[in-house]
């Protein structure tokens, strides 16, 4: 009988074929890397686009900045004032002005309270004796005088404030005026919400609780009338 030989696998298609399912799953593990990579490609899209849009954000503000300054650069003031105001000045504006507010009228009141109250207790003990009387009445008087006093120092002590920052600095534009420095100025608009008089050869205008002046003697009389005629069509006459 004749044997049938059987056919025998070569080594080398064995390990052809080992290498081609090796192969197969170095395919399959390359793309699924190229799957995430294009599952990544998006968010990094995204992230680029916010970033430009931040960049752009920033940019158009630093331009809205440059823009701004170059118009305040271009807005000069009609008048640009240094000066200097004295104590007398001053003290002359501040009293006229009621500058105090509640504490000159509390003084006031103070005052008409003692004067009534001394010759009150005045007439009492001339008319039954009572030495108590006499007492009160220079209690009165005592009264008057305190109100006095305390009036006098608020407005010396303010005064010695108001000498500790001289000189004004004052500019002046169409629609408003700046009292300080550039950096720091306080801003009043010509808009109708303040009051101003011309008092003793001084201008003075009314800011809430304070005042502004400027003495005639500061500056020539055309600066002046310049600078009154601004004040005075931008503020309301003080109520006298």
Do not use: W
């Amino acid at each position: 009988m004749e044997e049938k030989k059987v056919p025998q696998e070569d080594s080398t298609e064995k390990s052809k074929k080992v290498e081609t399912a090796e192969d197969v799953l170095k395919r399959i593990e390359e793309n699924y890397d190229l799957d995430e990579d294009l599952d990544e490609n998006p968010n990094d899209e995204e992230e680029s686009e916010e970033n430009q849009e931040e960049e752009g954000l920033q940019k158009s503000s630093e331009q809205q900045e440059n823009q701004e300054e170059e118009v305040e650069e271009t807005d000069p003031p009609m008048i640009d004032l240094s000066y200097e105001v004295n104590q007398e000045e001053m003290s002359n504006s501040l009293i006229h002005s009621n500058f105090s507010g509640g504490n000159l009228i509390m003084s006031i009141v103070a005052c008409a309270i003692g004067g009534i109250g001394f010759f009150y207790y005045l007439i009492k003990a001339i008319s039954s004796g009572i030495n108590n009387y006499y007492l009160l009445s220079l209690m009165c008087l005592g009264i008057i005088a305190i109100a006095t006093v305390f009036q006098i120092y608020m407005i010396k002590s303010h005064v010695k404030k108001m000498n500790d920052k001289f000189p004004f600095r004052m500019r002046v534009y169409s629609d408003r005026i700046e009292m300080g420095p550039k950096e720091n100025a306080f801003v009043m608009e010509m808009n109708g919400q303040y009051r101003s008089e011309i008092y003793k050869e001084m201008l003075i205008v009314y800011v809430k609780r304070s005042i502004v002046i400027l003495p005639k003697r500061c500056c020539d009389e055309e600066t002046f009338e310049k600078i009154y005629g601004i004040v005075k069509a931008g503020t309301k006459p003080r109520k006298k």
